[in-house]
Nanobody, 116 residues
């Protein structure tokens, strides 16, 4: 499985960005999809997850601001980020985890910078 993340950039506080993760094949029925992020000097943390059954969870600090969705026809997972804060600045990574084998696949990361 190959994952291609896109959509990062520079945005002012309070602004919005949409990240996309395109998978090389249809995987949503077998893989949990997660967005992670890693800020400078910090450990990578999960931000949002959507399971094979469609169950969605968010990191507490992004609840109410971020949404995650998937488009099976396009093999794409989207992270919509609203009301962005400087503390959301990080490299964002798309992850696919095989539900049976536990094998992880990672996208290349996309930089999100929230600054005035």
């Amino acid at each position: 499985v190959q994952l291609q993340a896109s959509g990062g950039g520079l945005v002012q506080p309070g602004g919005s960005l949409r990240l996309s993760c395109a998978a090389s094949r249809s995987i949503f029925s077998t893989h949990t999809m997660t967005w992670f992020r890693q800020a400078p000097g910090k450990q990578r943390e999960w931000v949002a997850v959507i399971t094979t059954g469609g169950i969605i969870s968010f990191l507490d600090s992004v609840k109410g601001r971020f949404t995650i969705s998937r488009d099976s026809a396009k093999n794409t997972v989207t992270l919509q980020m609203n009301s962005l804060r400087p503390e959301d600045t990080a490299i964002y990574y798309c992850n696919a985890r095989d539900r049976q084998s536990g094998v992880n696949y990672w996208g290349q990361g996309t930089q999100v910078t929230v600054s005035s």
